[in-house]
């Protein structure tokens, strides 16, 4: 029994994973490691930059703890040749 069978059923489109997805999730990770209490509630690819000899990934995360909501700029450098993780950097926010 193929689709064609069941005209009202359609497969699923993959959408392409994003070349940053990876670093998204280690900047999930290392965040919740950070703020163990605080749970991830958003999440935003901000962009990458691109260096001579390094790329950053950037990240916004949004935090929720029993006290506060609050953002956290997540920054993760690496060698793009490599993958590497060079240095991870976190800045909090009020918005």
Do not use: C
Not at 62 to 76: A, H, P, Q, S, Y
């Amino acid at each position: 029994m193929g689709l064609s069978q069941f005209p009202h059923m359609a497969a699923a489109q993959q959408k392409p994973i994003p070349p940053y997805a990876k670093w998204g999730t280690l900047a999930m990770k290392k965040t919740h490691e950070r703020y163990p209490q605080a749970k991830i509630i958003d999440y935003l690819h901000v962009g990458r930059v691109t260096g001579p000899k390094s790329a950053t990934e950037k990240f916004k995360l949004w935090l929720r703890d029993n006290k506060r909501e609050f953002g956290v700029f997540v920054d993760i450098e690496f060698n793009p040749a490599t993958n590497q993780v060079i240095n991870i950097t976190f800045r909090e926010t009020t918005r």
